[in-house]
């Protein structure tokens, strides 16, 4: 078993940052991807971010030059920095843990911009 806590959500302007992060705890293996996944009312979920432990990077379009993803393998923390965020990124933003079967997730973070 995988525990994931998310902190860092809120709610902000446009064109603000929040900086999300995410606490791994229990049964973690090495090699693994962790990241971040968001849904917005209505929508179906979506990948934001990902990080493999080795740090490969993948980000969707919609947010590439905005959105950096980071982590802290010593800590088992994975970390969302958003800028320059926009009223289409209010979601809520749940953390993801994948090596092999099962995948995990957190229980989701509010993420509210205004206009």
């Known amino acids: 078993q995988v525990q994931l806590v998310e902190s860092g959500g809120g709610l902000v302007q446009a064109g603000g940052s929040l900086r999300l992060s995410c606490a791994a705890s229990g049964n973690i293996r090495s090699l693994n991807t962790m990241g971040w996944y968001r849904q917005p009312p209505g929508k179906p979920r979506e990948l934001v971010a990902e990080?493999?432990?080795?740090?490969?990077?993948d980000y969707a379009d919609s947010v590439k030059g905005r959105f950096t993803i980071s982590r802290d393998n010593a800590k088992n923390t994975v970390y969302l920095q958003m800028n320059s965020l926009r009223p289409e990124d209010s979601a809520i933003y749940y953390c993801?843990?994948?090596?092999?079967?099962?995948?995990?997730w957190g229980q989701g973070t509010q993420v509210t911009v205004s206009s």
């Open positions: 993801h843990y994948r090596r092999g079967w099962p995948d995990y």
């Open positions: 990080i493999t432990s080795s740090g490969s990077t």
